[in-house]
T-cell receptor, first 112, second 114 residues
């Protein structure tokens, strides 16, 4: 299966710690997206890359959040000084066209 | 900014019956895409059906069909012959502009009763 891969699937951390998530998109997909989903809500857009360039960031992405996509391949999302409000599912998606985004299985973050 | 509204937090249907999930959206763009995604308890987002705004014909995928009313900015999903495996959270989503990002509604939780 060559779908979108996210690692880890689950992350439990203590408040104040830093965490990093990884997303491996489908190869040749030049567009990569990060979304955040809290329980009972729809996913909310966080940021978007076209190749290695980060072209858009949501206001939801505070100073504590940073995302990278070196060489236009995999992407990382780092949260510094985690807060309990950061607890959510973090979804990654990739695409080459507007007709379809392919989603990964997500990383579930729990901040204690 | 684009918004997507799903006014039904929960719906239920009897197995083998038909159910319709509602969605409205707001946009000033003329060219865009609309989607219905299914999210089972595994939380994997699964594309159910998509509609290009420039196409007047409603999209159909097996037991799933949509009623796309562009002027009314309405995009409902009809599930025919409902099956137990259809039980999930369903999200309506909009994609427009150059970045193709999706804007999701809050979802409708569908229960299928045997």
């Amino acid at each position: 299966d060559t779908g979108v891969s996210q690692d880890p699937r689950h992350k439990i951390t203590k408040r104040g710690q830093n965490v990093t998530f990884r997303c491996d998109p489908i190869s040749e997909h030049n567009r990569l997206y990060w979304y955040r989903q809290t329980l009972g809500q729809g996913p909310e857009f966080l940021t978007y890359f076209q190749n290695e360039a980060q072209l858009e960031k949501s206001r939801l992405l505070s100073d504590r959040f940073s995302a990278e996509r070196p060489k236009g391949s995999f992407s990382t999302l780092e949260i510094q000084r985690t807060e309990q409000g950061d607890s959510a599912m973090y979804l990654c998606a990739s695409s080459v066209s507007p007709e379809k985004l392919f989603f990964g299985s997500g990383t579930q973050l729990s901040v204690l | 900014a684009q918004t997507v509204t799903q006014s039904q937090p929960e719906m239920s249907v009897q197995e083998a019956e038909t159910v319709t999930l509602s969605c409205t959206y707001d946009t000033s763009e003329s060219d865009y895409y609309l989607f219905w995604y299914k999210q089972p308890p595994s939380r994997q987002m699964i594309l159910v059906i998509r509609q290009e705004a420039y196409k007047q014909q409603n999209a159909t995928e097996n037991r799933f069909s949509v009623n796309f009313q562009k002027a009314a900015k309405s995009f409902s999903l009809k599930i025919s012959d409902s099956q137990l495996g259809d039980a999930a959270m369903y999200f309506c989503a909009y994609s427009g502009g150059s970045n193709y990002k999706l804007t999701f509604g809050k979802g409708t939780l569908l229960t299928v009763n045997p």
